[in-house]
């Protein structure tokens, strides 16, 4: 089965600071991967995902991830944060094979964006 | 365009009762499915529609969870009796085709502890 590993369950950064919230899949098959958002009393909304084609996906807010197969990682990175971005963060891998579209979630990172 | 739609959006029964939540997917969407998050945990897929026929059911806990989709228009999933390790948000999400390229859109979630 897959899984999804996100380190760190809290990251912390000043406004203006790089952010870096870290998520390595395990998948047998070839993966599609996926960073969902989760503001405060909202639901979800995908901020970017890979299919195929280029590794570096650019994602909505000025997000941008890359797909390292040979790391088996996703990474979500901003150059810049804003207090805006504080909110938790879900990296997703879809299981299986059989056409039907099932996410498999980390657990969530929170980012919390200091002045 | 209305996004997904769940009500109530918190609820708090005691241990036994019976629950129903509801989730409105977005207007012409076949695919609908149901996750779970439980106390900071990951998000865990539940089941998995397809108009009105249940497509993927594997996550769903035990007998005491039933989903439905009467018409293949909005769901109910009903919790009967409630146990405390039920508490959790509940999210819902449609797509408007199965394809892994295709987004699923997610609903506020419902809030549920029981006690």
């Known amino acids: 089965a897959q899984s999804v590993t996100q380190l760190g369950s809290h990251v912390s950064v000043s406004e203006g600071a790089l952010v870096l919230l870290r998520c390595n899949y395990s998948?047998?098959?070839?993966?599609?991967l996926f960073w969902y958002v989760q503001y405060p009393n909202q639901g979800l909304q995908l901020l970017l995902k890979?299919?195929?084609?280029?590794?570096l996906v650019k994602g909505i807010n000025g997000f941008e991830a890359e797909f390292k197969k040979s790391e088996t990682s996703f990474h979500l990175t901003k150059p810049s944060a804003h207090m805006s971005d504080a909110a938790e963060y879900f990296c997703a891998v879809t299981e299986g094979n059989t056409g039907f579209q099932k996410l498999v979630f980390g657990t969530g990172t929170r980012l919390l964006v200091s002045p | 365009e209305a996004g997904v739609t769940q009500f109530p959006s918190h609820s708090v029964i005691e241990k036994g009762q019976t629950v129903t939540l509801r989730c409105d997917p977005i207007s012409g969407h076949d695919n609908l499915y149901w996750y779970r998050r439980v106390m900071g945990k990951e998000i865990k897929f539940l089941l998995h529609?397809?108009?009105?026929?249940?497509?993927?059911e594997s996550g769903m806990p035990n007998n005491r969870f039933l989903a439905e989709r009467t018409g293949g228009t909005y769901s109910t999933l009903k919790v009967q009796p409630a146990e405390l390790e039920d508490s959790g948000v509940y999210f819902c999400?449609?797509?408007?085709?199965?394809?892994?390229?295709?987004?699923?859109?997610f609903g506020p979630g419902t809030r549920l502890t029981v006690l």
């Open positions: 999400a449609s797509s408007r085709s199965w394809d892994f390229r295709d987004t699923q859109y």
């Open positions: 529609f397809v108009k009105e026929s249940k497509q993927d």
């Open positions: 890979y299919t195929t084609g280029a590794t």
């Open positions: 998948s047998s098959v070839p993966p599609y």
